[in-house]
């Protein structure tokens, strides 16, 4: 159903799924009887149907951790996800019932399990955002009740790209968008893709800069100046609520996983604070980690049309607070890398549980980075090629 069907129709579009890499690795594990992790980036919310095409090609059964609220769209939707063997956990907390149904599953090794450990989608395909180290914790305690019998985490990097050029459909959505937020593009403006949506982006940021009680930037410069002032309060206040030290090295990514990481820990102890004062400070991470994702050139560093469409989905996802529909075909590209060893990283970590989570969760985030860059190269479909003008 999923591949003919769910894939190619009007949700997704997605005409073709090509998978490549440690592709007889991967098969010769799950023949020994290692029991498999599936640890994947999540670019977009179409990577569940792609996952499941990718473990149907493979010929291996898997089941997903996924965010309780995706349960609660459809009924129908969560009747077919619970008969498929999915669960859900709420992955701005410590679901303990979810963890430990996590780690049934590798225990049982009936099934792959697959986690995206960045938590959200959040719409930059070329660039994953720092993965939460949940994903590390389930694999080791797994491994740590498995006497003999290895856990493996394959790590997936995923990379989706056009098909054709939708730069009408991508237009129109700009000046929908940029109607709805009271925005005017200068006649002729639409012609130069890359400055008509910098302009509307600057526009609906200022926007909300100025309804949250921040003064409106009066240049460029300034925007990014008071953008990245704002979020710096954001983790400012919740390093303070959560009595973090203030990092002295990093960068603004890592103090928001620092933070998600604390808030995490939190939620296991059940005599910390009420849910809704963790809630309330999981949702100002979460929008510290977003305007972040604002603050680095993404499209002007590399501006193809795969760029263009996913800064403008982007925008208007943020602004609507709802997925946006697809603006034309695309190829999901699908690398699986050599299977990571967990009691090799617990070896080599001296049995130091939280040493091997830091360090497994970097090598799985440098090692699907690695493979998002090498498709990029690779890539000889239309969404590759460089926006122009017209």
């Known amino acids: 159903m999923n591949h003919t069907f769910i894939l190619p129709g009007p949700n997704h579009r997605i005409r073709e799924v090509v998978v490549d890499g440690e592709v ?4 010769d594990a799950k023949a020994s009887g290692a029991r498999l992790l599936f640890i ?37 939707n969560a009747w077919v996800m619970q008969r498929l063997g999915n669960f859900s956990i709420d992955r701005e907390g410590s679901d303990r019932k979810a963890m430990a149904a996590a780690i049934d599953v590798l225990k049982k090794g009936e099934r792959a399990l697959n986690i995206f450990p960045e938590g959200n ?61 009271e925005y005017v593009f200068v006649s002729g403006s639409t012609s130069d893709p890359i400055s008509a949506v910098t302009g509307m982006g600057r526009h609906i940021i200022a926007r909300y800069l100025r309804q949250h009680g921040h003064v409106l ?8 100046e008071v953008l990245g ?86 925008i208007a996802e943020d602004f609507h ?16 890398h050599q299977p990571i060893d967990v009691s090799d990283w617990l070896s080599s970590a001296g049995s130091n549980t939280r040493e091997a989570m830091s360090k497994i969760t970097q090598e799985m985030q440098q090692i699907i980075q690695n493979g998002i860059d090498a498709l990029n190269m690779a890539n000889d479909a239309p969404g590759g090629e460089w926006v122009e003008k017209s």
Do not use: W
């Not at 994947?40 to 309780?68: K, W």
């Not at 990514?253 to 939190?266: N, W």
């Open 24 to 27: 007889e690795q991967i098969l």
């Open 40 to 76: 994947i980036n999540h670019p977009t919310h179409s990577d569940p149907q792609v996952v499941t095409e990718l473990h149907r090609q493979l010929g291996i059964g898997s089941c997903f951790m996924a965010a309780y609220d995706v349960f609660l769209r459809s009924r129908v």
């Open 121 to 181: 989608v959040y719409l930059t395909n070329d660039r994953v955002t720092p993965f939460l180290d949940g994903a590390a914790f389930i694999a080791i305690k797994a491994q740590a009740a498995l006497d003999g019998i290895p856990v493996k985490i394959v790590p997936v990097s995923m990379k989706y790209t056009h098909l054709t050029k939708p730069r009408e459909a991508v237009t129109q959505r700009m000046l929908d968008l940029g109607a709805r937020s």
């Open 217 to 224: 930037p009066a240049s460029e410069d300034s925007l990014y």
């Open 229 to 314: 002032g704002f979020a710096k309060k954001l983790v400012d206040d919740l390093e303070s609520a959560l009595e973090l030290a203030p990092a002295r090295a990093g960068g603004l990514s890592d103090r928001i996983v620092k933070i998600r990481a604390r808030l995490h820990q939190l939620r296991t102890d059940r005599s910390a604070s009420p849910d809704s004062a963790l809630n309330g400070m999981a949702d100002r991470a979460i929008l510290a980690l977003r305007i972040h994702g604002y603050l680095s050139p993404y499209l002007t560093e590399r501006p193809t049309i795969d760029r263009y469409d996913e800064t403008v989905e982007r």
């Open 321 to 336: 607070s709802k997925a946006m529909p697809r603006t034309g075909p695309r190829r999901a590209m699908v690398r699986v």
